[in-house]
């Protein structure tokens, strides 16, 4: 596995991708959902394509597994997935083997609005960027409790920033919680580990899904905080850290 130098703040960006010039202005203008016929249809082509082509790069790249298939059954109605940012591809890997059918939303940066040519693919696949204006911020909100409402899920990673192959978990920041919390919806953690398979020891990504958690009238700092917990519970005892109680 490559080592990485990582920054002392924890939600400090690693990764740098070529911009376009002219930043994209996310306001109260922009579309975040589109009942255009087309474009529909052009979504779920690629959303199908993810499907078949994002599995298969998964098991080359990672020889990725999934536990806990269960936990996000039992599952009904929109939900918030929240999990850790550790790998380039573990987004899609997230919303075609996690979700697999049920269209998953994914919370990202304005700044993926101004990836020449990808940002085309990334919004089409369900990209909801951060608004750049107080406006903006309204309307993505208003999106997000808009789909949550209608039994959607919503994708975040709460540490904000991704660390290839980091493996501990970073301090979560609240704004996925106060998703959950005012629409009174599940939160799914999904742990990200990594380990080596038995043969030819490569490094294996294993997606960890576990009991949802609940609002019950928490506040979304509250929500942060034990979701928090409890994903650091769940990695520790998933690496061997600590043991299962």
């Known amino acids: 596995m490559k080592k990485y130098n990582y920054p002392q703040d924890p939600h400090e960006h690693m990764v740098k ?13 922009y579309k975040y959902l589109s009942n255009n016929i087309f ?24 020889s990725y597994k999934v536990r806990g298939k ?22 899609l890997l997230l919303s075609s083997v996690v979700s697999r059918w049920k269209k998953t939303y994914v919370v990202t940066l304005s700044t993926d609005m101004d990836i020449p040519v990808a940002r085309h693919l990334i919004k089409g696949y369900g990209a909801l960027p ?14 997000v409790d808009s789909l949550l409402k209608n039994k959607k899920r919503i994708l975040v990673f709460p ?6 192959y980091y493996t501990e978990i970073r301090p979560f920041q609240k704004g996925a919680f106060a998703f959950a919390a005012r629409n009174e919806v599940p939160v799914v953690p999904v742990v990200l580990t990594y380990s080596k398979t038995k043969v030819f020891k490569r490094i294996r990504l ?10 019950k009238d928490m506040n979304a700092k509250q929500l942060c905080d ?15 850290k600590t043991n299962a109680a």
């Open 130 to 143: 951060l608004g750049t204006t107080f406006g903006g911020s309204k309307k993505f909100n208003a999106t």
């Open 159 to 164: 540490e904000v920033a991704l660390w290839p």
């Open 226 to 240: 034990l979701t928090y917990d409890n994903f650091v519970q769940a990695h520790d005892v998933i690496t061997g």
């Open 70 to 91: 269960r936990n996000l059954r039992k599952v009904k109605g929109g939900a918030v997935l929240v999990a850790n940012h550790v790998h380039y591809i573990d987004t």
């Open 17 to 29: 991708t070529k911009l376009r010039k002219e930043p994209k202005v996310i306001d109260e203008n």
């Open 206 to 215: 294993t997606l960890n899904i576990c009991p949802a958690i609940y609002p």
């Open 39 to 62: 474009y529909r249809l052009y979504c779920g082509f690629l959303r199908l394509l993810g499907f078949i082509l994002f599995p298969i790069a998964g098991k080359v790249m990672l």
